[in-house]
């Protein structure tokens, strides 16, 4: 018994450990609140013990208690839809909005987390029971490692190229370089613009690049990230100080456009490199035969 005991106690304190250097609280608001963080913790626990005792069991036999793992499957999804709701909730009240990709990329990662949980609890408890608590200790901590490499995926600056981009108007168009923006009606607000607007462009590297950018869950994606960071001058029911990114029509490139609280331009760029790529927005034209003869 002290040999089952060992593999559990190991296999629930990596996974567990697991899910804690996991766990982020950043400007997507998710989760910001502790009761958001201990929810994400307790599941996160659950998952641990899952994946803890499935080894002891298999050995024991004890067959049933595997069939808890595919219990767990379905708990995990709920967790998925649990995020969406909450965020979707959340979306309401807000003047800048992530959009449903975004919220959908969010609720997913959520959801593969717990997996990730139940896999190093699962090595680390199988090392620890056949092995000896020294490699259950060496194969948790790979464990980890691994789960936090697989959680970074890539980011716009990856991609792209961002640079800088003139605000100006032609007539009362506001443009972004040679990108059309919107149009701004009010002379006090086309003053205030040409004042206080930031604008940049942003370059895709090859053609999927250029039907990422071209999602718009990316570019509400873009908008976002940025608009929750810098912050946005943008009021309710007044949209000609609303954040955007416009696409050139012929060039595929885009045009960002931002009045901010923080009028800072080089670090809106480096912000705009570092948003992550939505997994499904993520273009993949290259990938087919027909998609390179087409690029070529």
Request: hydrophobic residues 50%; neutral net charge.
């Amino acid at each position: 018994m002290e040999r089952y005991g060992l593999a559990i106690l190991m296999g629930i304190t990596v996974g567990f450990m697991d899910r804690w250097a996991m766990l982020r609280s950043d400007y997507r608001h998710y989760p910001t609140y502790p009761h958001g963080q201990l929810n994400h913790l307790a599941l996160g626990f659950i998952a641990a013990s899952l994946g803890a005792v499935a080894v002891p069991a298999i050995a024991k036999p004890d067959y049933v208690a595997v069939t808890f793992l595919v219990l767990a499957a379905q708990q995990f999804r709920d967790v998925r839809n649990m995020e969406r709701e909450s965020l979707n909730k959340l979306e309401e009240t807000k003047l800048i909005r992530r959009g449903s990709d975004y919220i959908e990329g969010i609720a997913r990662v959520f959801e593969a987390r717990n997996y990730l949980v139940i896999f190093a609890a699962l090595i680390s408890s199988a090392a620890a029971f056949w092995l000896g608590w020294q490699y259950g200790l060496l194969f948790g901590a790979v464990a980890i490692i691994l789960s936090l490499c697989l959680m970074s995926g890539s980011y716009i600056g990856d991609i792209a190229e961002v640079c800088a981009g003139k605000v100006h108007f032609k007539e009362s168009v506001l443009m972004v370089d040679d990108i059309v923006i919107m149009n701004v009606g009010l002379p006090a607000a086309r003053k205030k613009i040409l004042e206080e607007g930031m604008g940049v462009i942003i370059s895709p590297k090859d053609d999927d690049a250029r039907l990422t950018l071209d999602s718009p869950g990316q570019r509400m994606a873009i908008v976002h990230d940025v608009a929750s960071i810098l912050g946005s001058k943008v009021e309710i029911n007044e949209t000609e100080l609303m954040p955007m990114a416009r696409k050139h029509p012929d060039k595929g490139y885009l045009g960002f456009f931002l009045v901010a609280n923080e009028p800072d331009l080089d670090y809106l760029m480096e912000i705009i490199r570092k948003i992550p790529v939505l997994e499904s927005a993520r273009g993949t034209a290259l990938k087919s035969y027909f998609g390179r003869k087409a690029a070529d």
